[in-house]
């Protein structure tokens, strides 16, 4: 019973839609086993071997707009995918300048630390500090310390 009703929506399916064909330069339109001509039925009028060129011009037709439909298919699958993996670059793309931007800004920081605490270093080496610019240049050494170990944590 179920194979029945599947073979007769399968067939009702095939049935519905009318296929239009061209043989001989002259066009038929195939539907519900009947063969229209100009819109009118000229089933009984043609001959055997042209009712099955018709036919198999209808068939030919059918399996072709199937294969279009695999193909338009297989195209949307195959952009979709390239977007897919568009994305993962450009997302890939990001991270890596991030990071790089993360290794600039570290080496930045450590730089103008290493430089603050040599030139501190030096000057107190030669008095010239007065307690007041000290403590401005360890407040400031401080600052590019906690900047470097900043940057280090982003890295």
Same mark, same amino acid.
């Given at each position: 019973?179920?194979?029945?009703?599947?073979?007769?929506?399968?067939?009702?399916?095939?049935?519905?839609?009318?296929?239009?064909?061209?043989?001989?330069?002259?066009?038929?339109?195939?539907?519900?086993?009947?063969?229209?001509?100009?819109?009118?039925?000229?089933?009984?009028?043609?001959?055997?071997?042209?009712?099955?060129?018709?036919?198999?011009?209808?068939?030919?037709?059918?399996?072709?707009?199937?294969?279009? !439909?695999?193909? =338009? &298919?297989? @195209?949307?699958?195959?952009? *979709?995918?390239?977007?897919?993996? +568009? #994305?993962?670059? %450009? $997302?890939?793309?990001?991270?890596?300048?991030?990071?790089?931007?993360?290794?600039?800004?570290?080496?930045?920081?450590?730089?103008?630390?290493?430089?603050?605490?040599?030139?501190?270093?030096?000057?107190?080496?030669?008095?010239?500090?007065?307690? !007041?610019?000290? =403590? &401005?240049? @360890?407040?400031?050494?401080? *600052?590019?310390?906690?900047?470097? +170990? #900043?940057?280090? %944590? $982003?890295?």
């Amino acid at each position: 019973m179920r194979f029945l009703m599947i073979l007769l929506f399968g067939g009702l399916g095939f049935t519905i839609c009318a296929q239009e064909v061209s043989v001989d330069g002259i066009n038929y339109e195939v539907k519900d086993e009947r063969i229209l001509k100009n819109g009118i039925d000229a089933t009984d009028d043609l001959s055997v071997e042209l009712k099955e060129k018709i036919n198999h011009a209808a068939i030919v037709k059918r399996g072709q707009i199937k294969e279009a !439909e695999k193909v =338009e &298919k297989r @195209l949307k699958m195959a952009e *979709k995918s390239q977007k897919s993996a +568009e #994305k993962k670059q %450009k $997302k890939a793309e990001k991270a890596l300048k991030k990071k790089k931007k993360a290794q600039s800004d570290f080496q930045k920081s450590t730089k103008k630390y290493g430089s603050a605490q040599k030139n501190y270093d030096k000057l107190k080496k030669k008095g010239k500090l007065s307690p !007041e610019d000290e =403590e &401005k240049w @360890l407040e400031k050494i401080d *600052k590019f310390k906690a900047q470097s +170990e #900043k940057a280090k %944590k $982003k890295l």
